[in-house]
């Protein structure tokens, strides 16, 4: 049988990860689908196609359509951060000694799948003896996946870095720079933001590394990631917070500072992933009396600056991420593939009923949420108490934040030409500083409720 081949390139600016997917999932999906052998090549930014007439046209077919989706909106199913950071408080110097501690089972936890270990990272007290490391699954085996939708894995190809808190304002800088580097350099960037998400940081070892049992530097630690990403590290954060730590702080926001509640909300969210499309886009309703209401259509995303702030426990890890939204194609591909879930989703018993075709997975939740605003060192900053109902029914709690006047600073860098971009930076930078320090006070207030 005549087989023909075809090598096709890959538009600049996208990242070989985007078109094989998670764990491979969108190739495997197109091969599946067409019959077709596809294979990419990274290093050239091309990928060849091999099949029959019918599976090559098929495959050709299905890889234009998904790349067209890609130029007009960028909403790529798994986007991958650009820059990793992680800070580790408490440790002083570079020699400090850290170790891989196995996770416990509880709240935050429960939420993963992964097949090996998962480990949190921590600096091993002057004088105390060896932590024990060990495997995360047999502490959760009686422990459900409820949280799933929580947990938002990092590019395995995304090189980790790891710093002391001292340099924590270089590490603020470098966040600013990225933030002007894609609010000049992107057109199709509709929206730029930073939020932060408390939660915790785990750890899991790449195919051929083994986690030692013995303790790390600072160093050692960097230099283990600036190998091939197989060999290093990966990472997961969970945004899910643990129950008492939920309640601690909503109580110290409410009973013990000057912010006040604003606002309370029911909302509802759909996640397609376009399987066809390779494209991942959010529905957003207003859930109120049973009913719901279309809020927005989100497109995708990019990650450019992922800055972790990791903790000793019990107080919590928190994630600074910087967020650059593209502009969501109107009456495109994307769009017609979404207008029977937008019209036919329902609200019943508390639950999401999401109609799909064969080429959509869908992942749904209806959030609670308490939005509290208040001044921090002269910035308002706005801290919303989550609860999210998952498809399964299970509840589990998060807390986010933002500062309203960086978000407006960032809007108008993606409108404004370079020559007002200084000032606008000047005013991003100042504003990191402030939501820095706001999660380092809450991060302080959760080990002083535990210690008390």
């Given at each position: ?45 091309v990928v060849t196609v091999t099949g029959s007439a019918s599976e090559f046209s098929a495959a050709v077919n299905l890889l234009q359509a998904q790349l067209a989706s890609w130029r007009s909106s960028a909403a790529c199913a798994y986007p991958h951060p650009t820059e990793v950071k ?146 290093g590290l990966k990472s997961v954060y969970s945004n899910a917070v643990d129950s008492t730590q939920f309640k601690d702080l909503k109580h110290y926001i409410t009973n013990r500072t000057a912010f006040k509640h604003v606002a309370a909300k029911e909302t509802a969210s759909v996640h ?181």
């Amino acid at each position: 049988m005549y087989r023909s081949r075809r090598t096709i390139p890959l538009p600049e600016g996208l990242h070989v990860g985007h078109l094989i997917g998670k764990k491979g999932s969108n190739i495997k999906h197109l091969q599946s689908k067409t019959g077709s052998r596809i294979a990419v090549n990274g290093d050239a930014d091309v990928v060849t196609v091999t099949g029959s007439a019918s599976e090559f046209s098929a495959a050709v077919n299905l890889l234009q359509a998904q790349l067209a989706s890609w130029r007009s909106s960028a909403a790529c199913a798994y986007p991958h951060p650009t820059e990793v950071k992680y800070v580790l408080k408490g440790a002083a110097t570079t020699e400090s000694q850290l170790v891989f501690m196995a996770a416990t089972a509880g709240a935050v936890t429960q939420a993963t799948d992964l097949s090996g270990s998962l480990y949190q990272l921590h600096v091993k007290p002057s004088a105390a003896p060896q932590l024990p490391v060990g495997r995360v699954r047999n502490a959760l085996h009686e422990t459900s996946a409820s949280l799933m939708a929580s947990m938002t894995a990092l590019s395995i190809n995304t090189p980790k870095q790891f710093h002391l808190k001292e340099e924590i304002p270089s590490l603020l800088s470098d966040m600013t720079a990225a933030a002007e580097q894609t609010a000049a350099g992107n057109p199709k960037i509709g929206d730029l933001k930073v939020t932060l998400n408390i939660g915790s940081q785990f750890f899991y070892a790449g195919k051929t590394m083994q986690v030692p049992e013995h303790q790390f530097t600072l160093d050692v630690m960097n230099a283990i990631n600036e190998t091939r990403h197989d060999q290093g590290l990966k990472s997961v954060y969970s945004n899910a917070v643990d129950s008492t730590q939920f309640k601690d702080l909503k109580h110290y926001i409410t009973n013990r500072t000057a912010f006040k509640h604003v606002a309370a909300k029911e909302t509802a969210s759909v996640h397609v992933k376009d399987l066809d499309l390779n494209t991942s886009l959010v529905i957003a309703f207003n859930a109120s009396g049973g009913e719901l209401h279309l809020r927005k259509i989100k497109s995708g995303s990019i990650k450019p600056f992922l800055l972790t702030l990791m903790h000793q426990q019990p107080s919590p890890d928190v994630r600074l991420k910087l967020i650059a939204q593209h502009f969501f194609a109107k009456d495109g591909l994307e769009e017609r593939s979404l207008r029977k879930i937008i019209s036919e989703t329902t609200l019943s018993n508390g639950q999401l009923l999401v109609p799909c075709s064969s080429s959509q997975a869908v992942d749904s939740h209806i959030k609670t949420k308490d939005v509290y605003e208040g001044m921090y060192k002269g910035q308002i900053i706005c801290v919303a108490f989550n609860t999210v109902r998952g498809e399964a029914g299970q509840d589990h709690h998060e807390i986010t934040g933002r500062v309203p006047a960086l978000n407006e600073a960032l809007k108008k860098a993606v409108k404004a030409g370079r020559a007002d971009m200084c000032q606008l930076m000047k005013e991003v930078r100042a504003s990191l500083q402030v939501l820095a320090g706001f999660c380092e006070h809450l991060a302080i207030k959760v080990s002083d409720f535990e210690s008390s």
